[in-house]
DNA sequence: GAAAACTACGAAAAGGTTTTCGTAGGTTTG
DNA sequence: CAAACCTACGAAAACCTTTTCGTAGTTTTC
């Protein structure tokens, strides 16, 4: 049961154990006669390199780590899920923390991956994260730091995103084309730089049209476990408020699944009462009736895009090269569905 | 930028490595004096214990593996959520690997988290795995493994699930209870012990009702990547095949929504023509158009529970104690939505 | 006043691997 | 026949922590 050793093998063979290790790596200065005795036996022994002594020897662990704010969240899944394949590939394992996007999770995860010492990082941030030190510490330790989707932009390191804005533009573009008069806008939380750019996006989209923008028709929502409810509690106040909007942009596929659900129940016919884009492109917008024109926003591409950058540092830092950060920008595509005329 | 170590302290206040290493843990042979001298000085420079080392030297890294078929599913990610919540809790890390349901992608996991060393293992096992000794060489080298809801019925490790047999006779059950007097079953993979024992469930509530089992009744989907487009490919076809069917117990809600999308698109009415109970309980499920009445399936509690054990053992086999193995059935429950009467 | 006990610390081994540097013995070169 | 060079191996340091066992010096006990 207990884990065969170099020196054991060295001892069954009157050898040392320095040319153990090394007839186990091919090194050129060791006959082939003793790597074909060590091989031998170290494969009927079953033999297994402690990744705890190689760890400490090498100063590495082929391990990195990720905090990403959600795992029940369709859009997250398949970032981890690109950023497991990669890894994979490369020979990397990935230890996956949930920070609830809470800042105060998220510092402790950040210190709890520096004390287990891991390669490097893969981040999202939090909604609630204003203060970056606990990142900038990764960077000063000399640890990789890549972040994706949901960064700081004020951080110096490499991150891989969508063009928000731009996405939010074509968006909210779209329900103009298709002849919406006055378009409405829930946004997510005042804070979180997505939901800004977002925005942003749909306001450059009404300027450039000549439309006029008006406040009260863009609703907050926070975009957290009760997006659905949301949805349909802003979809009910927007009628209350507004009864000439002909069209809206959702920050979130979740939240506009909600108000497309409040609307129905209302009796208002989508999309020709009300046109409605979302945004991420959630399986469940296509299944949906209406189904749900949105943005589709390539989650699996961007977890890869997130550790291929990470494992490019990686290599750069063991050549001593000097390390170059990227911004990468993934890009995003309007789906027409039904929701949309 | 480089680690602080041990030495570096014991040079500095010129006392020993040992010394320093005591008075950190709080050992009582250190005067309390030397304590707070070594405490402060570690605080100053940011002293972080290289987890490497101690790796090495305790055996252990208080971390584990957790193999999954799929991440980007609701059930599962569900699952994760309640592990890593779990873990948290005990300090413990968790590598993910994703199986993606194969067999061999499995085995290398298994072989990569052992040479690794994690400290145990969680799995739910892929579809395809017929063959046992990669997870039966998990035990025999000592480490604590706990499968979870696809579990081989053969290996003796303590198991999390649920009463597949049970919920499927349950939702069956309530299609009678409801009205139905002529129910179809669409099942999963033939190999797939959680689509046999749902199978059996409905085979036994027929049957208990006095109903004539009617193998033609029964469908088969993979429950891959297109359970959506396979429930709507079987929806059609049954519709073909038996007129006088007025009700479907479907294995996966994912295919019980294709096989909803079907119906509408032919104008069958859901539930006054068909009803339809589906199994998971996606959250999806309750935003789909009618709402769709499913079996709960319990993610969060099971990953919860799955944890609970491992640690459980992992203490146990500390302590040196016998271990023992549980069977630990989580409950189901019908939830009754639109779909059904 | 000697034996026993206690206090506070240090030396050193152990954990297993990697890698540098030596070196003994043999072979080639000029 | 020296000098230079190979070949094939080993010794040992380094990575850093944990923990056992000693021990010098002090205090208590009878």
């Known amino acids: 049961m207990s884990q065969v050793t170099l020196m054991q093998i060295a001892e069954k063979l009157n050898i040392s154990v320095s040319t153990v290790s090394k007839a186990l790596k091919d090194y050129p200065d060791v006959s ?77 995860q950040i210190n709890l991956l520096l004390r287990q010492r891991v390669d490097g990082i893969l981040i999202s941030i939090a909604n609630t994260t204003r203060n970056f030190t606990h990142l900038s510490d990764v960077i000063t330790q000399g640890k990789p730091l890549v972040m994706f989707d949901k960064i700081a932009k004020i951080l110096e390191c490499s991150k891989v995103v969508i063009d928000d804005r731009k996405a939010a533009k074509d968006a909210t573009q779209h ?31 009404l300027e450039e049209n000549n439309f006029i923008y008006d406040s009260s028709l863009v609703y907050i929502c926070e975009c957290g476990d009760s997006s659905f409810e949301e949805g349909k509690f802003n979809a009910k106040k927007l009628l209350q408020d507004h009864k000439d909007v002909d069209g809206v942009f959702i920050n979130t596929d979740l939240v506009a699944i909600g108000a497309l659900t409040a609307f129905a129940e209302m009796g208002i016919k989508v999309p020709d009462d009300i046109s409605i884009v979302g945004f991420s492109n959630w399986f469940m917008s296509s299944v949906i009736s209406p189904s749900l024109t949105t943005i589709n926003q390539p989650g699996f591409e ?23 950060y990227e911004k990468i920008i993934l890009d995003t595509a309007l789906v027409k569905r039904d929701s949309t005329k």
């Not at 919406?180 to 804070?191: E, N, T, V």
């Not at 961007?302 to 170059?324: D, I, N, P, Y």
Request: proline share 2%; glycine share 6%.
């Open 32 to 108: 082939d006669k003793t790597k074909g005795l060590v091989k031998e036996l170290a494969k009927t022994l079953n033999y297994q390199p402690n990744a705890f002594a190689v760890n400490l020897r090498t100063k590495e662990s082929k391990t990195i780590g990720l905090i990403i704010p959600a795992i029940v969240h369709h859009f997250f899944s398949n970032v981890i899920k690109g950023i497991l394949a990669q890894a994979e590939k490369k020979g990397y394992l990935v230890i996956i923390l949930q920070s609830n996007e809470s800042y105060e999770l998220e510092k402790k």
């Open 175 to 205: 329900l103009i084309d298709t002849g919406c008069k006055r378009i409405a806008h829930f946004r997510g939380p005042l804070l979180s730089q997505n939901s800004i750019d977002r925005f942003l996006g749909y306001k450059e989209a």
């Open 302 to 324: 961007m977890g890869k895009a997130a550790f291929k950058q990470l494992h490019k540092e990686l290599k750069q830092r063991k050549k001593s090269k000097t390390v170059v």
